[in-house]
Nanobody, 124 residues
């Protein structure tokens, strides 16, 4: 069964850290570009970060640059999003997604697989 499963979300205080994991089963994640998206209540889903499948080039959106880092562990078929210095405005459901390519910026078009999402809540 082909699946993407996110984990690592939770409740954290302002300034805290979380590491989200996106684990694939049923396919090889190394062959795909992987993106992290988030959706806050009443807002559209936005692309936070992505990592390519060709040379592991990464993209980080401006509002989280310097605080979030995306990485891969191909041996574990997993992509991570390390989130430091979290702020209340980072509160959202975070989703990972796999695509053949994001062309450098994570977009919701041409997604092959979506995860179910994990809630991140940052208290002030």
């Amino acid at each position: 069964q082909v699946r993407l499963v996110e984990s690592g979300g939770g409740l954290v205080q302002n300034g805290g850290s979380l590491r989200l994991s996106c684990a694939a089963s049923g396919f090889t994640l190394e062959h795909y570009a992987v993106g992290w998206f988030r959706q806050a209540p009443g807002k559209e889903r936005e692309g936070v970060s992505c990592i390519s499948n060709s040379d592991n080039t990464t993209y980080i959106m401006d509002s989280v640059k310097g605080r979030f880092t995306i990485s891969r562990d191909n041996a574990k078929n997993t992509v991570y999003l390390q989130m430091n210095s979290l702020k209340p405005e980072d509160t959202a459901v975070y989703y990972c997604a796999a695509a053949v390519s994001f062309a450098g910026i994570p977009t919701t078009t041409s997604i092959d697989y979506w995860g179910q999402g994990t809630q991140v809540t940052v208290s002030s």
